[in-house]
Structure formats: C-alpha cells, structure tokens
C-alpha cells in the first residue's frame, strides 16, 4: 500500500472512532453542600462536553489526513503528467541520439541556403578545433565566467563567446548553428553533432576510409587490389585508402575501417590483422610458449 493509500485509511479509521458513543458516569450525592451541587454540576457538563471534543478533534485529525493524502495524490498526478510530457517531448526532440536530430537539423539548413560544402569545411575545422587543448582551456575560462554560484549557465552568452573564439566562418549557416544550440540548451554537444555530421556525409557519399599498415610500402596494384576488396565487402561507392608502414610488422599488413571520426580516421570499429608478425604470436600461443613479439 503507497503511502497516500495509507493516509486515507488512518483518516477513516479515525473517523469511525469518532462516532463511538462514549459513556461518562458522574455520582452525585444529594446530601452536600450547595457548593458541593455547584461541583457536581459542574463535573456533569464537562463529562457531558468530553466525548465532544473529542469526537470533534477526531474528526479534525480524520480530515487534516484526508485532505493530505489527497494532496499527495494530487502532486503524484501532476509529477507523472510531466514525466509523461519530458517523456514525449523527449521522443519528439531524438532523446535517443539527439546528436543524429541537430545533425540533420544543420544539413537541411546547409541544403537549403546552398551553402553544404561551406558548412562541411566549417564543421571539419571547428571538429578539430574542439580538440585542441588551448581552445579548450579557453572554453574553461569561458564556462566559468557565464556560470553563477548556482551553477546555471548563461548559453547564449557563452556560445556567442565561443563563436568570437572560433574565427571567420566559410558559412553563414554554421555560426546561426550553434546560437540555435545554445538556446536550446545543448551547446555542449556541438562537438559530437560535428562527429555526426561528418560521419554521416561519408556514408551519403558512400565512402568508406581504410588505413593499410603494411611492412613494405605497398605497390599501386596492391593498393587497388586491396581497395576493390573493401568496396566489395563494405559496399562503399569508393574507399580511401591511406597506407602506413611498419616495419616490426615483418611481412603482410593489416586493416582498419569503420572510424568513429572519419575525417581524422580515429577509433575504428573493425579491422583484420593479416601481418606476419601477428601470424608468429598466435603460432607461439598455440604452442603455449609466449615470446615478446
């Protein structure tokens, strides 16, 4: 039983104690003093008056209780409702992947002023930028002084402070981008929509970056062969290819694909080791003797 329930039974409990008839027995005797009447008479209206006022202070308690756990029904309500409405509006805004809503908020922005590759270069260069450990240093100083002894943040100001703090824009999209964020309280994840939106061009133009680590450089038919491979297993329109060598690797080369920045090609998500290096490891593990490799 919740606790309002509980309140609503104390309050009946107490009300059906109220209409108990309660007997008061008073003996007076017809011999004394006429002050010793006045004293019995007396007694008599209090004992009469005593099972009043306590009914009526029963009933008091009775309707103080119920009218609580009325009110703590009323405010359960009325906190659901608006759980209800965060709820919804939450479903309505992408509370899933809100970086996914504003990403493509700002590229139908881009599409429709015409400005897609003046955006794609200012989302590529403020993605770097919001890596940048003196930018961030400042974004620090920045947050602090637009943030009160409460912790509230002035977003607007803060992000009018950032954009001051990014330079020249190639578009006029980007910079009304991040006022918008700012007022919609999400100025923090600017960086993330800028992860989005960069991975989210790639996979519109079906491009999928590779890097090849290879002991040997790689000749121009191995890098075709190898890129014809990916296509073939990602189903990318194109592959760009960037191709590291590595020496310790002994022979063979190894593959990495599905970034988590594709601009920066950084965090992969997949990849195959086909080195010679790696080859040896696994040998000597099966063996049970491991070296250092």
């Known amino acids: ?39 019995a008479e007396l007694q008599k209206v209090a004992a009469a008056s005593e099972p009043v006022s306590m009914r009526a202070g029963l ?5 103080l209780l119920a009218v609580s756990a009325c009110a703590l029904v009323s405010r359960q309500r009325r906190s659901h409702g608006a759980k209800k409405t965060q709820m919804k509006a939450e479903k309505m805004e992408g509370v899933k992947n809100p970086n996914l809503t504003y990403t493509a908020v700002l590229a139908k922005a881009a599409s429709k ?36 002894i409460g912790g509230n943040a002035d977003m607007l100001t803060m992000g009018k402070k950032m954009l001051a703090k990014m330079g020249d824009m190639q578009s006029t999209v980007f910079p009304k981008f991040v006022i918008f964020l700012a007022k919609k309280k999400r100025l923090f994840q600017l960086r993330e929509v800028c992860l989005e939106y960069v991975s989210e061009m790639y996979k519109a133009e079906a491009i999928v970056p590779v890097t090849v680590f290879s002991a040997e450089a790689l000749t121009d038919e191995q890098k075709e062969d190898i890129k014809a491979k990916m296509v073939e297993k990602t189903g990318a329109s194109d592959v760009k290819l960037v191709c590291q060598v590595d020496g310790g690797l002994l022979g063979g080369f190894m593959l990495e694909w599905g970034y988590v920045d594709a601009q920066n090609m950084e965090m992969p998500t997949e990849g195959v080791d086909l080195t010679f290096k790696s080859y040896l490891k696994r040998k000597a593990i099966a063996d049970g003797f491991a070296g250092d490799f």
């Open 1 to 39: 039983m919740d606790r309002a329930a509980k309140m609503m039974s104390g309050a009946v409990a107490l009300y059906g104690l109220s209409l108990v008839e309660v007997q008061t027995f008073v003996s007076v005797s017809t011999g004394r003093t006429s002050a010793s009447l006045r004293r």
């Open 59 to 63: 009933q008091t308690a009775s309707t």
């Open 113 to 148: 002023s015409g400005e897609t590759v003046a955006v794609t270069q200012d989302v590529m260069r403020i993605k770097n930028l919001l890596k940048d450990e003196v930018y961030n240093a400042e974004l620090i100083f920045i947050m602090a002084d637009n943030c009160d």
